[in-house]
Structures are given as C-alpha cells and as structure tokens.
C-alpha cells in the first residue's frame, strides 16, 4: 500500500457515519467489557475461592456456564424482549439481534419515548450514538451478571443440569421483563421510576429471585452448612477487585456516552462502596473484637449496590450517607436478623444474596428517591423535572415511585421464579443427592480445584478436620 493512502474502510461514510460518536463508542464498548470481567472472571474466581474446597470446581462452573448461556439467548430473543418494540406494557418483542442490517444501524430504544396523555411527545426515544451491536454487547453482559450473582444463592447443592435449564428460562421470563419494564420503555420507565444502572433490574431481582430459589431447591448438606470456609481468601480478594474496579463500567456506562453524568457516576461509586466497606468493617471490629476481609468484601458490595441506582443522580455527600446505610443495614439483616427469625433460617442463601443485593439494591433505590438532584437528574433522565424527596417540588412522589418500582420487581421475582423452579423439578431433580453432597465436585464434575490433594485427603485441612471441629463458625462475617 502506498505511503499516505488511507484504507478504503476508513474513508467510507458506511464505516463512519455522520450519526457516529466514536468517543462514546469506545467508552461504551469498554464500559461493557468492564462489566464483562466482572462476571467472567470476577465473579468465576470469586465463587470458586470463597466456597468450600469441594465445592470450587462446581461454583466457578455454575458461573461460567451462566455467562456463556445467556450469550446466546440475549442475541436470540432476548435483547429485544428487554429493549425493542413494545408487546406489552411490561414486556418487548422477541426477535433475534443478529442481522447485519440492525446490528450496524444507530442504536435505537423505540419503546423509550415519552407521552403525554393526549398522545404527544414528552420525550424523544433514546438514540445513542453508536451502532446497535455495541448496545446488544453492552446490555448483554448486565443479563450475564444479574443471573450469576442469582448464583450465589444456589451454590454447593443445585443440580448443574437443573441450573442448564433454569438459566435460560429465568432470563426470558424474569430479567427482561424487569429490564423493559424499567430501561426499555414499558410502564416503569414512562411513569417514572429511576434505576439509573440496575439496583432494580439487576440486585433487588438477582435478590429475591436467589432466596426464592434457595427455598425450592433446598439447603446444602447439615454439615456444609455448619462450617463453610473459604478454600482461599486471597483469591476472594482477586475477585473482589475485578467486580470492584469493574463497577466503574457498570454505573459509568449507562448514561450510554461519555459525558460528565458518567464522570460523576464513575466516582459516586467509588466514594459509596469505600465508605460502606469502612462501615460494615466498623462494626464487625466494634460488635466482634476483630474486622474481617469476608466483611469487608460484603460490605464493599453493598455499597457498590446501594450507589447504582442513583450513581449518576445523587451529589457525593449523598453518595456517603448512602454508603453508611449500606455498610449498616444489611450488616444488620446478615448478622443480627437473619439468625432470630426463623423463616429466613430455613432458607440456605449461601453466599446471603438476599442481604447484599435484594436488601442494599431496595435501599439504593429507596434512597435515590431522597436523594436524586435535579440538575444531575435532567442530565440523564427522559422525565423532565425529576427529583428526590430532599429537593422538595414533586420529589415525595418521586419516592413513592421508587417503593412501588421495588414492589413490582419483588412480586414479579417471587412468582415467576417459583414458577419455574416448580415445571423444572417436575423433569430433573433441583438438588444434587446427598450421595453426591457429601463428596462435591469429584462427583459432579469428575474433577477437583486443588488435584495435588486428590490422592492425599489427610492433607486436606477442610475434609480431614470436618469431624473433629467443633461447629463454632471461625472469623467474624461468614457465609451465610
């Protein structure tokens, strides 16, 4: 090729057209690889270290498959049953998002304008500045987390073909109604309910959809749940800082451009999720004599949780009052309330779901509905002249929305989970034999994390001392 002749790819106005911000596009395609990592390997070197030994092989895989699966389902029909044109007030049409012709066309969200009640137009639809595939990428690794993060409830005793099946089920009946209902268009979106990056969508659903679960399959064997230590809680940590750092992407991204709103979401997130760490830390050394890394990394992320509601909506001395809340409360509901009331001691959340997402991604929200400034508000939001509650005006009603926004997504999760845990233990068993609870992966995988053990069990602290130990949780947060 001759010096100075630029490829004809980059001349043509086909590759780069007019309607083309190639600033927001590289932001976006990196936000969602952001997110991406988070799930594959945040969450797969998470789960894996957190569990106990015999349990690594068949976590991390819980979550690998999980990503993989919803891969296919997103750009099958599901993508467009969360973001395309409108079935139902609560639902899009289901159609593939694999044609040329749509994936290279401008981004469009049509179910997204808003109208008045005589019909005319409030608000335009949302048209980002970039192709439709970067929009499919980036919306499809939030499905791939939210369904891993469901995960965490499960792990240690689900049936991994049972899990092959409730994946794909849960995100195209559960997820995409709440992502429409709420991102793309549907009743949520137009009456006004703000979730600006998925405390509803995402946490509060993964939440309760997670301990509704729990409930049908059934609780890990007597013994796993008398004592369940990490297998390695330096790799906790290693997984901890992917979903960490990766949140930068995952509230930085949904102003859906790299524009101040996004800088502003970028560090509210970090401010609420080191405040929420420091507390939760706080009052594990103040209530127990000592911090604990566990704690700290449970509290890290529900403070992550709690700010993404809001994260680009709420000024930063908001986004610390929020991370005390985070740090506080569902430290309260995991370590205080969960073990008086029965009902929820009868339910084995593993890793406490419930807690860190359901519990600190309904707080976010409820507190987005104070705390929500206009001006940041009318950088990002569709609905002219929102607010929170503190900024007076219309802001009260705007909490009410939040509280009713929430109570849809629970409803809709406890139900339609239910429903497909039921139709799936109707065809494969939901949990895994207690001849195979007692050994763990060898028996379900045929493989273990830590093989130099495999034919040298004594040396194997976890196994070997099970039946001498006294009971007694060792450390101050533990699994739940």
Known sequence: MAAGVVPLAYQSSSSSPEWLNKGDNAWQMTSATLVGLQSMPGLVILYGSIVKKKWAINSAFMALYAFAAVWICWVVWA??????????????????????????????????????????????????????????????????????????SLLARMNIKAWMAFVPLWITFSYTVCAFSLWGGGFLFQWGVIDYSGGYVIHLSSGIAGLTAAYWVGPRSASDRERFPPNNILLVLAGAGLLWLGWTGFNGGDPYSANIDSSMAVLNTHICASTSLLMWTLLDVFFFGKPSVIGAVQGMITGLVCITPGAGLVQGWAAIVMGILSGSIPWYTMMVLHKKWSFMQRIDDTLGVFHTHAVAGFLGGATTGLFAEPVLCSLFLSIPDSRGAFYGGDGGSQFGKQIAGALFVIAWNIVITSIICVLIGLVLPLRISDAQLLIGDDAVHGEEAYAIWAEAELNDVTHHDESRHSGVAVGVTQNV
């Not at 609560?90 to 008045?116: D, E, H, I, M």
């Open 79 to 152: 993508y467009n049953m969360s973001f395309g044109d409108r079935l139902l007030p609560f639902w899009g049409k289901a159609r593939p998002a694999l044609g040329q012709s749509f994936l290279v066309a401008q981004s469009q969200l049509t179910a997204t304008a808003v109208l008045y009640r005589d019909g005319s137009t409030e608000a335009e639809m949302l048209r980002p500045l970039y192709p439709a595939a970067t929009m499919v990428y980036f919306q499809c690794m939030f499905a791939s987390i939210t369904v891993i993060i469901l995960a965490g």
